[in-house]
């Protein structure tokens, strides 16, 4: 049966800087909306302080599935990946999920990254997504978003476990690792053979419905208008809003504007959190540069965001190890105050 207002999930480890703005933005913005933080002693804080349900992973670590993964469980990547724990993590997340589901009696509900911005209330979301088992980040190859059923978690895991267990399968993943020596085999591979072999009805998240998206990583263009500038080295879609707090991209293919409902900042400086949090409250007038257009919306200035990143790269050209992280610590003072 479904839930009349589907619970929110995040599951993270460690205390990142994004953190506490990820996990107020969804306060704000789903107020009556149970939101659960699957988190570990480093953020319970963070999750008490933005009014987030906290559940220590830990608790959900001992279940038949999780028992089996455990046991089967190989690191497998590139030579330069490194990343271990990582690895680890974005495959057993999916494991601690279902055990809290089931203990709970959840059946569906939403999970994004913890870096992903939700900017509206996503109760008024769910229909578009009635049709479906599921949706889809990553260009279509991870799990995340809109989930219908615990039974889909139950299978997805069941493959995992069954890919480890498939030693020519896994033979296959390492040989093909040999050519891309920074990537690994991860949840998204194990999630669109499951969905492949299973006939799982899935849907991108991010196709525009009723002129709004679920952003895909704000580093992909995906068809919509990007900065003519890097910042961190990566291209970003071209940010709006209006004085409601309502964000927007705009598609190159008609220049009409597309609300977004939710912002996945992967790769970005912790700024523009900051900058993002600012604008949905309304409290950007002040504290954030944007260059007004004739029909009421307005579009984010990030210039000085990519002036700071050629700086950081010009002074580095002179560091010595001595010098580093004295210079690391004057360059991230003057960056948060801008």
Avoid at 266 to 275: N, T
Wanted: aromatic letters at 16%; charged letters at 25%; hydrophobic letters at 35%.
């Amino acid at each position: 049966m479904k839930n009349k207002f589907p619970p929110i999930i995040f599951c993270h480890y460690g205390c990142s800087d994004y953190l506490c703005y990820v996990l107020n933005q969804a306060r704000y913005s789903n107020p009556n909306t149970r939101i659960v933080l699957l988190g570990d002693d480093s953020n319970k804080s963070i999750a008490v302080k933005a009014s987030v349900e906290h559940r220590c992973f830990d608790n959900y670590a001992n279940t038949k599935e999780i028992n089996t993964f455990n046991e089967v469980y190989k690191h497998v990547a590139g030579r330069n990946h490194g990343r271990k724990k990582w690895t680890n993590f974005v495959f057993k997340r999916w494991f601690y999920i279902y055990s809290f589901l089931k203990e709970q009696g959840i059946n569906d509900f939403w999970h994004f990254d913890s870096d992903n911005m939700i900017l509206d209330n996503l109760n008024a979301h769910s229909y578009k997504f009635d049709s479906y088992d599921c949706t889809e980040q990553c260009g279509s190859s991870c799990l995340n978003g809109y989930v219908a059923g615990i039974n889909v978690v139950f299978g997805y895991l069941k493959t995992i476990n069954s890919l480890f267990l498939n030693d020519q399968y896994i033979a296959e993943q390492e040989s093909n690792l040999i050519n891309y020596p920074t990537f690994a085999f991860t949840e998204m591979r194990a999630y669109t053979v499951y969905r492949d072999k299973n006939s799982i009805r899935s849907t991108r998240l991010n196709k525009i419905i009723n002129a709004e998206t679920f952003d895909d990583c704000i580093c992909f263009e995906d068809g919509y208008v990007q900065y003519k500038f890097q910042i961190d080295n990566r291209s970003l879609k071209q940010i709006y809003f209006n004085n409601k707090g309502e964000i927007f991209f705009k598609n190159t293919k008609d220049d009409q504007y597309v609300r977004v409902v939710t912002l996945n900042l992967s790769w970005v400086p912790i700024k523009i959190f900051e900058i993002v949090t600012q604008i949905v409250k309304g409290n950007y007038q002040n504290s954030v540069k944007y260059t007004p257009n004739n029909d009421g919306i307005y579009m984010l200035d990030l210039t000085q965001l990519s002036k700071n990143n050629n700086y950081l790269l010009n002074f580095c050209k002179f560091l010595t190890p001595r010098t580093f992280r004295s210079k690391i610590r004057k360059y991230y003072k003057r960056i948060r105050k801008i």
